[in-house]
């Protein structure tokens, strides 16, 4: 009887170590699973972060046009860049990103999250928008994401 147990213990560590094993591989596995979650959460974080600051340079693009009619007639849209671009987010709007053509102007917004360093991400719209000859009221026209 004595021989029998001495054999079975060599055999239920050799059990255990493989569990052991198999135990730690999944740990691990779950660990690395779980980081690539937290990065590809954090990547769509910064997208939406971008995307809300193009819309607001949209929306900002669009209340100026709105707000006078002579706007239009001038075209004379400096250069915007909301806030500072040290800020965490920002849109910018270049004037020479304007394309003036009649009754319909297409505007190009990009939307950025900054770090103290580079951009973590950008998105880039280009909108147009039209202005009705009867009642002229501006309205969209086209959106298109570019980024």
Known sequence: MQLQLKSMQGNSLLVTLIFLSVIAMLTFSAAVNSQLQQRMSHNLHLKAQTDEAADAGVMAFYTWLCADPDHWESEDWDSLINGEIAAHSYYEILADQLDWDGDYVTVTVRGAVKSD????????LRVEFYRSEEDGRVYLHNWTELL
Do not use: E, G, Q, T
């Open 117 to 124: 360093l580079d951009d973590l991400s950008n998105s880039l």
